[in-house]
């Protein structure tokens, strides 16, 4: 465990990094689509392990993991779309984002890659489908032929139902 | 620290420790001014100890060059030499002065703090500045001793003032020929021509008596004269305006006119005239000219000759003090010394001693020991050469500057005794001294040189001091009642350090990680099972150390309550005063530890607390039948447990139910149906937010915020509080706080999959409990029935909605919990171990569920919730599962 301290500290001065991180997106998926979230967020990726239940959460919030002494709540991102729980697999990973000084996990699918999206090629949601979740949109990135999600994370997870 | 460029680390150090003595000779002063000493004796300890605290400052200070903090604890010291020499008796209005003195201190080092110039602060210095100066002066004026003498307490200060503080005086001064100033110089002219032009210096001759008009009037212009050159620093002049006011006010209108007083007078005149001409040109009124003008020929008012001049009358105060500062002097040089044998070459520890020698020079020379001007003049020398890379500093030189030291240190000992011989050949010393100062090589120097037998001789009476001066350190060592005299001493003697409260966060945080990572590697599955003696060995020797190591680290964070308990002693002190009841403070259990955290949190409930006592609970005097007619506070910590009390009781006149009750039916805080209330229930309602009984809000209370930061700040440590009252007898807070914010010990649990820690101290007991004893109410409560109790069973799946739990509760255990007077069972499938917890706050990001605390990291990684028995047993009755319990 103690291995991966280095990716930990690494992100912590994250103020400097800003320049090469910008418009790095950390891409996912959920089902057959793939979502992206702005990397400077992203402390690090972890797979899954056991999460203990906390009573009286909205079900999308799973419950606490223990990240090197420090527990860190999880979030299913599906549950949290509104989409049908999925069992988890050996692809399933948690994202741990900090964001508000806080860290949460973000429980996905499986994670797919880091990717350069400038900000001229991420259009704003079209307004035709005016479903729950799509609030949770930032804009959807274009790669070549490819579209990917970008999710605000801050609405992601502090926006209540 | 980093919060503005303009404070380094050595300042933010330098305010930290200013605090320090203020916040401790501040109690000391307010129970002085209260008179509960009043068998203070003229040279009692407690004053030389607020007088060096204000002389400790002033030198840092002017390190720093915080020209306002110095002028201030100057003239504070100034008003303290009249009651340490016992010229006076402090009272009340001077402590009052001093304690609004040490605010404005407070108030400058806030602004430093934030970075903002201590010039904002110029209208409090400015006011604070007259009113010393004004207390200062009243002292002077009400003293029958002649003139002259007092002239000899100020004097040395104005050529120059106390060693410590020799170069700053002339600093301070220089740069102020400023607008203030000129403006001050005008203003005096034009009064003292106004002075001059009055009838019975004119015409002399033609007057009989003194005119009571005139009288008033010099008396008012001197005063308002004498408060500005204060106030600028001015003290020749000052002093010199002092004695006009002090002729004048022997003045009165049925006295004849005496033609050698008006001369006196208008001589003195002529000598301020002068002084002011001085302070013009040169801008400070220090010339030796314009002070000698004054000397020789000084004649007191009431005419009696009085020839001595202060240079030559070395008065008992001046020798006093001025043996009390080398003698302070010398320890510090005796401690560079010390260092500079170990570090020769160390530049700083060289001008340092070069700093004290020069000290002892001037002070030594101004009360006219010529040896020992000499002496150090010579040791200046060597170290001028030294600094100034002519020569190398060898160990002859040092042993030299050694042999110095203690000369001076046995010739000052000498004369504290009384005697005046000399039993040291100084001559050997003069020509070893010369030898090194006129160059000769270091071979040259060991065969003149006998200062081994010299110093032999010397360390005998070094020893002897040595000694007293450790017991003095053993009857008070750590108790934080002393302050080391001097700033230097201060400095070395200091066995703390002090270290930012997030670094040892960040200690604590890593002891309490690695206890978990203890528990990773010794309960490992993939050791378990297996026989390792070895690794047991070596595992249990690991625990122990770790388990140290977490008290200890937990333990650094714990501080003495009483910071906290002295703050309050001002606040009953000017509480009182203005209320105008007389009120007692008592503490108790000063000693106790409390974490810093707490101590923080409960530093603005208690205050609250006080306030309320003395404005809402204790009455005036002609109210206080029922009581004794003087009003007490008694503020008392203790541990009890794993909890701290910290209790405030007065003896005043308790809650008024009924008016509360009133009140509160009135504000709708209670609705009609929730009557009748239960007494405690009446005192939980002054909780309430925006709660107040009063009509009138006072400066100090009324507004129904107080009470409720208690609560808030309580609950944020997870204290609770408790009212007792009753009615004419009194009132008492309890506040309960838990020891430690940071680790408990707890029972972990097995309920269904998930595991849970119980505080061990919520635990009554555990029970294994047979079919029979299990009671069931038709709304479905099941009751445990157990040495003629019955309590109400919690199933923790039940009330968080987290499935059905099916045991039947003779297969599980029932574990007993109490909090304040509500029992429960709690209703669990298998106790796994005892372990101590480091409790981890859950994430801001999640919200705050009732009945759980916080939670933990277990030996194997896996989270574990600790419950908060408080409140789940109200979440229980929330859902209406467990009814008031039962005794029968």
Known sequence: MLDEHDVFTNEYDDEEDEDTLKDKYLTFFIGKEEYGVAIHHVIEVIGMQKITPVPEMPDYLKGVINLRGQVVPVTDVRLRFGMEERAYTERTCIIVVKINESFVGLVVDSVSDVLDIPEDRIEPVPKVNQRESNRYIMGMGKILEDVKIILDVQRLLFDDQ | ?888
């Open chain 2, 1 to 888: 620290m980093e919060k503005n460029s303009r404070i380094d680390e050595d300042l933010s150090s330098f305010i930290a420790e200013s605090r320090e003595i203020l916040e401790e000779i501040e109690p000391k002063l307010v129970k002085i001014g209260e008179g509960l000493d009043s068998s203070l004796k003229p040279d009692d300890e407690t004053v030389n100890l607020i007088f060096r605290g204000f002389h400790t400052i002033k030198g840092t200070a002017a390190f720093y060059q915080l020209d306002s903090v110095v002028s201030l604890a100057h003239k504070a010291e100034t008003l303290l030499e009249f009651f340490r020499n016992g010229t006076e008796t402090l009272n009340a209005s001077c402590t009052d002065v001093l304690c609004q003195t040490m605010d404005v201190m407070e108030h400058i080092f806030v602004l430093i703090e934030s970075g903002e110039p201590e010039g904002e602060a110029q209208d409090k210095i400015r006011s604070v500045m007259f009113r010393l100066t004004g207390r200062i002066d009243a002292i002077r004026r009400k003293n029958d001793e002649p003139v002259a003498e007092e002239g000899a307490v100020l004097e040395p200060e104005m050529i120059s003032p106390d060693p410590c503080a020799s170069d700053i005086t002339g600093e301070v001064v220089q740069p102020r020929i400023g607008k203030h100033v000129r403006i001050c110089i005008l203003e005096s002219r034009i009064m003292m021509k106004r002075i001059m032009g009055l009838s019975f210096i004119e015409a002399p001759a033609g007057l009989s008596a003194y005119r009571e008009d005139e009288i008033e009037i010099c008396n008012d212009l001197f005063r308002i004269m004498g408060d500005s050159a204060g106030f600028l620093g001015f003290e020749n002049l000052q002093t010199h305006l002092g004695k006009a006011l002090d002729w004048v006010q022997g003045r009165n209108k049925d006295m004849d006119v005496k033609s050698e007083d008006v001369e006196y007078f208008t001589d003195l005149c002529n000598r301020i005239f002068g002084i002011l001409d001085e302070i013009e040109r040169s801008g400070s009124d220090k010339n030796k000219d314009t002070v000698s003008i004054l000397l020789p020929d000084d004649v007191p008012y009431n005419s009696a000759q009085k020839v001595e001049t202060p240079f030559q009358d070395r008065t008992e105060e001046l020798t006093a003090l001025f043996l009390s500062e080398s003698l302070s002097i010398v320890d510090s040089l005796e401690k560079s010394l010390l260092l500079l044998r170990d570090e020769r070459l160390n530049r700083v520890v060289q001008r340092d001693i070069l700093g004290f020698f020069h000290k002892l020079k001037g002070s030594s020379g101004i009360m006219g020991f010529e040896d020992m001007e000499a002496l150090c003049e010579k040791a200046e020398y060597i170290l001028e050469e030294v600094l100034d890379e002519l020569f190398f500093i060898d160990v002859w030189d040092v042993k030299a500057l050694w042999a110095v030291t203690r000369i001076i240190r046995q010739d000052l000992i000498d004369m504290e005794k009384g005697g005046n011989e000399r039993p040291f050949d100084r001559t050997v010393v003069m020509a070893i001294l010369h030898q090194i100062t006129s160059g000769k090589t270091s071979e040259e120097k060991e065969n003149g040189i006998k200062l081994p037998e010299m110093i032999q001789e010397l360390s005998h009476e070094e020893k002897n001091r040595n000694e007293r001066k450790q017991e003095n350190e053993q009857v008070a060592p750590d108790t934080g009642e002393t302050i080391p005299g001097g700033f230097e001493r201060r400095k070395m003697d200091r066995r703390d350090i002090r270290v930012s409260i997030e670094k040892l966060d960040e200690l604590i945080n890593l002891v309490g990680e690695l206890v978990i990572a203890e528990n990773m590697v010794v309960k490992n599955p993939d050791v378990l099972g297996l026989e390792l003696e070895n690794f047991e060995r070596a595992s249990a020797h690991l625990r122990k150390i770790v388990k140290d190591l977490q008290e200890v680290a937990l333990a650094v964070r714990m501080i003495p309550v009483s910071g906290v308990f002295r703050k309050m002693i001002r606040l009953v002190h000017d509480l009182s005063a203005k209320s105008d009841k007389k009120v007692h403070l008592k503490l108790l259990g000063e000693d106790t530890e409390i974490d810093k955290t707490v101590a923080e949190l409960i530093s603005d409930p208690l205050v609250h607390l006080v306030r309320n006592a003395i404005d809402h609970g204790i009455q005036k005097k002609p109210d206080r039948k029922m009581n004794e007619p003087d009003g007490w506070i008694v503020l008392e910590a203790r541990h009890e447990g794993g909890e701290v009390l910290v209790i405030v009781k007065d003896n005043g006149q308790g809650l008024d139910k009924d008016r509360i009750l009133e009140k509160a039916l009135e504000s709708g805080i209670v609705k009609q149906n929730d009557l009748p209330l239960s007494d405690k229930e009446i005192n939980e309602l002054i909780f309430h937010p925006g709660f107040s009984t009063c009509d009138d809000v006072t400066d100090f209370s009324g507004r129904g915020v107080g009470m409720d930061v208690v609560k808030q700040n309580l609950e944020k440590i997870k204290g609770r509080v408790d009212v007792f009252s009753r009615k004419g007898r009194g009132c008492s807070f309890v506040l309960r706080i838990p020891l430690t914010l940071a680790i408990i010990d707890g029972m972990l649990v097995r309920v269904g999959n998930s595991s849970y820690t119980i505080p061990l101290l919520s635990i009554r007991e555990t029970l294994q409990v047979s079919e029979h004893q299990v009671t069931t109410t038709m709304d479905g409560q099941e009751m445990v029935f157990v040495r003629d109790q019955m309590i109400p069973v919690i199933r923790l799946h039940d009330i968080y909605g987290m499935g059905r739990d099916d045991t039947d509760i003779d297969k599980g255990l029932v574990v007993v919990v109490e909090h304040q007077d509500d029992v429960a069972g709690l209703l669990i499938h298998d106790i796994l171990g005892e372990q101590q917890a480091v409790i981890k706050g859950m994430s801001g990001y999640m919200d705050q569920v009732l009945g759980i605390s916080g939670c933990t990291i277990l030996g194997d990684g896996e989270v574990s919730l600790i419950l908060d028995v408080g409140g789940l047993i109200q979440k229980a009755q929330i859902r209406g599962m467990v009814k008031e319990t039962t005794v029968h």
